[in-house]
């Protein structure tokens, strides 16, 4: 028994890790979809591999030769599940388990993120960045007083067109109605990018996956806030 329980606690904290290391490996790959596409991106996939070897490192469980990409079921646009499910083989110590439940013992973990990198309909993700741009003056004009002397009065006089600075205002965005029973956190990223919003502003409580119907929301619908607010929906009333 306190051979099954020393076995039974290692193949538990390897799942732990392994499932910590997928969620990570799916949020990066949402992030970036496009990196397994073409011609896609050797860096991207790198840094997908070196995430998970990293989490992986202190477990003794052997990941395959060549680590899974992630898939896309339903594409690459926005709000779409990425899925990342990887199998290792963990070594048991104790032959009699081992020889129960199978040694090596096969443990899996599987985590799916919605895409929040890329483009809805044409249109580029998030709001526009406000900027800054000089607006020249209208020149004015003077006239100097008249001359009192013999050699009659002075040209007038014209000042140089100076730069005044005008600020572009940051845009309001209006919040949408996403505590509608029965919406899951895929379709209300959809309706926070269309608002104009930023996809990473949209937080999750908890964080998917799964994904989870809406129950509320931070910041009221209907509220007119700047485009680049952050806001976090719940999957219970608060």
């Known amino acids: 028994m306190v051979l099954f329980g020393i076995d039974f606690?290692?193949?538990f904290l390897g799942w732990v890790t392994l499932t910590n290391a997928v969620r990570?490996?799916?949020n990066f790959a949402a992030m970036k979809p496009d990196a397994w596409g073409t011609p896609g991106s050797p860096t991207a996939r790198a840094e997908f591999a070196r995430l998970i070897n990293a989490e992986t490192d202190d477990i003794n469980c052997t990941l395959p030769a060549t680590l899974p990409s992630p898939i896309f079921p339903n594409g690459t646009d926005i709000g779409s599940p990425t899925v990342v499910s990887i199998t290792c083989r963990f070594s048991l110590i104790t032959p009699f388990i081992g020889g129960i439940v199978g040694n090596p013992l096969n443990v899996s973990a599987s985590a799916s993120f919605p895409v929040r990198g890329g483009a809805i309909?044409?249109?580029?993700?998030g709001p526009a960045v406000a900027t800054f741009q000089p607006t020249p003056s209208v020149p004015v004009v003077t006239q100097a007083p008249p001359s009192t002397g013999s050699g009659g009065s002075e040209p007038p006089a014209t000042s140089a067109p100076t730069a005044t600075p005008r600020v572009t205002p940051v845009p309001n965005c209006v919040v949408p109605n996403l505590e509608q029973g029965s919406l899951t956190t895929d379709s209300a990223l959809r309706l926070w990018i269309a608002a104009g919003f930023n996809s990473n502003n949209l937080l999750f409580s908890?964080?998917?996956?799964?994904?989870?119907?809406i129950k509320a929301q931070s910041v009221p619908a209907g509220s007119s806030v700047v485009c680049t607010a952050g806001m976090t929906v719940y999957d219970r009333n608060r």
């Open 9 to 11: 606690g290692r193949v």
């Open 24 to 26: 990570e490996a799916a």
């Open 121 to 125: 309909e044409g249109t580029p993700v």
């Open 206 to 213: 908890p964080f998917v996956p799964p994904h989870f119907d």
